[in-house]
């Protein structure tokens, strides 16, 4: 009697855990440029939905794109997910572009909000001038040719996968074809047009749809949301990824850390300059960085304080400017058009790089430079005068002392010497 219980209680818990699984489904934000972080919590968040028994999962979308391989490994894990990926480009005015389109192509079912777009997934090739080059100086157009077509082929690949228009989604990568809510619709890029999400609930109920080769039938009356968010650490580390602020948390590490080493002690702007390097260097790690820009930056600053130390009549100050610029400007391989440091930016740090070195630095060296004005050597190239005639040997009054001197020849009472160097307590001097 008492097996038969327990027996009845077991099923009834997992018929009722059941129940409640069906009645659960995920929601993941796709929100901002796609890079390792976004990628990572995405695909975290695609496994823990499968965990915790949800029947589907909807990932919102509003992003410009990102990186290559961020993005592939996303519709990797939608691809190997154990329950159907929803997307949706919401809310009314967002986009996915570049690799937001891939991944609305990668989904089972693919939905819009009035009002956004979908395309522009050409890819944006990052190479150094000199690889573009051939000998007889025309471009070079291979390496651009094999990305585009290995591009080209991995999104008729998800169109054929999902079911949608192949042909748009190689116009969408070979010309940057962008097309809005209702002209997708059309095209057969997606599936569901819906103002909201409970809208878009309302429109997946009772579809069906081939799920990894079985049947699949959404059943969304009465069920509930849950949804996954980022955790506070990966809201900081992603914040870093922003290549404004990496390229100010340098410049704030460069200046920081050489007034700590000018003037040692201050701790402040140590302080800082550490914090900013160390933040920079784990930010560098989402972001990828050119190390040419990097030295080309480098280079201005020593170029400004040579201006300071050597006569150049502006020359080092007019050569740091343009290193600063240039550096500044490819400092970042943003797969973004627009994704790098914008020009007001530069110009804004590089007005106060300039006017930090050519006050503060100034100061600085010239404080160095000043002769110490106590103990016998601030005597030196002090001017001071005979209290008596005499030859070879007698006194001066300089710096407001009497001093014994020391002057090979004639000395009248009230001429002018000059202290050329100190001995002991002795002044060798010489007539003015």
Same mark, same amino acid.
């Given at each position: 009697m008492v097996k038969k219980f327990l027996f009845a209680v077991l099923v009834s818990v997992s018929f009722y855990s059941n129940i409640s699984a069906a009645e659960q489904y995920a929601v993941i934000h796709?929100?901002?440029?796609?890079?390792?972080?976004?990628s990572?919590?995405?695909?975290?968040?695609?496994?823990?939905?499968?965990?915790?028994?949800?029947?589907?999962?909807?990932?919102?979308?509003? =992003?410009?794109?990102?990186?290559?391989?961020?993005?592939?490994?996303?519709?990797?894990?939608?691809?190997?997910?154990k329950i159907p990926v929803v997307t949706f480009t919401f809310p009314k005015g967002a986009r996915a572009a570049s690799a937001g389109g891939f991944i609305m192509l990668a989904s089972n079912i693919a939905a819009m909000a009035p009002g956004t777009e979908i395309g522009a997934m050409h890819p944006v090739v990052m190479l150094p001038d000199f690889l573009k080059q051939q000998n007889d100086g025309e471009t070079d157009n291979v390496m651009d040719k094999k990305i585009l077509n290995d591009t080209v082929a991995y999104a008729r690949?998800?169109?054929?996968?999902?079911?949608?228009?192949?042909?748009?989604?190689?116009?969408?990568?070979?010309?940057?074809v962008s097309s809005s809510y209702l002209e997708a619709r059309k095209a057969g890029v997606i599936e569901? *047009?819906?103002?909201?999400?409970?809208d878009l609930m309302r429109k997946l109920?009772?579809?069906?749809?081939?799920?990894?080769?079985?049947?699949? =039938?959404?059943?969304?009356?009465?069920?509930?949301?849950?949804?996954?968010?980022?955790?506070?650490?990966?809201?900081?580390?992603?914040?870093?990824?922003?290549?404004?602020?990496?390229?100010?948390?340098?410049? *704030?590490a460069v200046?920081?850390?050489?007034?700590?080493?000018?003037?040692?002690?201050?701790?402040?702007?140590?302080?800082?300059g550490g914090i900013s390097l160390i933040l920079f260097l784990l930010g560098i790690k989402i972001i990828p960085i050119n190390f040419v820009g990097l030295m080309l930056i480098i280079l201005a600053?020593?170029?400004?304080?040579?201006?300071?130390?050597?006569?150049?009549? @502006?020359?080092?100050?007019?050569?740091?400017v343009v290193s600063f610029f240039i550096g500044a400007m490819i400092l970042f391989d943003s797969p973004l058009p627009g994704g790098g440091i914008p020009v007001s930016t530069i110009i804004a740090m590089l007005l106060v790089v300039l006017i930090f070195v050519f006050i503060v630095v100034r100061a600085v060296i010239k404080a160095h430079n000043v002769k110490s004005f106590t103990g016998a050597e601030a005597l030196?190239?002090?001017? @001071?005068?005979?209290?008596?005639?005499?030859?070879?040997?007698?006194?001066?009054?300089?710096?407001?002392?009497?001093w014994n001197a020391e002057i090979g020849g004639d000395l009248k009472k009230g001429e002018k010497v000059i202290v050329e160097e100190v001995t002991g307590m002795i002044l060798k001097i010489r007539k003015k």
């Open positions: 796709l929100d901002g440029v796609v890079n390792p972080v976004v990572e919590y995405i695909t975290n968040s695609i496994n823990l939905a499968e965990e915790e028994g949800n029947s589907f999962i909807v990932l919102l979308i509003d =992003t410009p794109g990102g990186w290559m391989d961020s993005m592939r490994d996303i519709i990797k894990s939608m691809h190997t997910s690949s998800l169109a054929q996968k999902s079911g949608r228009n192949v042909k748009w989604a190689e116009d969408a990568v070979k010309n940057a569901i *047009i819906a103002d909201d999400i409970d109920d009772k579809r069906k749809i081939d799920f990894n080769g079985n049947p699949f =039938t959404f059943s969304t009356t009465g069920i509930n949301k849950k949804e996954y968010l980022m955790t506070w650490k990966e809201k900081a580390v992603n914040r870093l990824a922003d290549p404004q602020l990496l390229f100010m948390l340098f410049i *704030i200046v920081g850390i050489w007034m700590e080493i000018k003037n040692p002690g201050i701790i402040v702007p140590g302080a800082l600053f020593v170029l400004f304080i040579l201006e300071l130390k050597f006569t150049s009549f @502006g020359m080092f100050a007019l050569g740091g030196t190239g002090e001017e @001071g005068y005979a209290l008596s005639d005499f030859s070879g040997t007698g006194k001066i009054f300089v710096h407001g002392e009497i």
